[in-house]
């Protein structure tokens, strides 16, 4: 199980909050946040920066992983739907499938279109987006 100090780091180095170290009672920098994270991603994975391909797909499926990978998905999550609310041109072309939800995994285009679709995610958080462009 992830700490929920991690948690909130993630959460808040990903909406550019500021982050105090209290060992040093001062703000930490960008990049002071980003080894930070690396760290821990390292941490919770049991890898380090000489690890092989074969021991990365093997920890990649540890428990470990898969809690420090779902608080990111969850990021990404929140901030791509952040990220294109109020955006009226996005709005205007773009339609939001959630299988989730019950919505089938169809696009019908009524005329010559350039069309993408793309998944953003996998499993159980399925998130389709299709663009139009007349």
Same mark, same amino acid.
């Given at each position: ?17 500021? #982050? ?30 000489? $690890? ?9 499926? $540890? ?12 990021? #990404? ?9 109020? #955006? ?47």
């Amino acid at each position: 199980m992830l700490d929920v100090a991690v948690k909130n780091l993630l959460f808040d180095a990903a909406n550019g909050i500021e #982050i105090f170290d209290t060992e040093n009672d001062r703000v930490m920098t960008k990049s002071e946040v980003d080894a930070k994270i690396k760290e821990l991603c390292f941490q919770y994975t049991g890898l380090n920066e000489k $690890s092989t391909d074969k021991e990365i797909k093997r920890a990649l499926k $540890s428990e470990g992983a898969r809690d420090f990978f779902a608080v990111i998905e969850e990021i #990404i999550e929140v901030k791509v739907q952040q990220g294109l609310e109020g #955006i009226d041109v996005f709005n205007k072309y773009v339609e939001e499938i959630n299988l989730a939800d019950g919505d089938i995994n169809e696009f019908w285009v009524e005329k010559e279109t350039f069309l993408q679709v793309e998944k953003v995610s996998g499993s159980h958080h399925d998130f389709w987006k299709r663009i139009r462009v007349a």
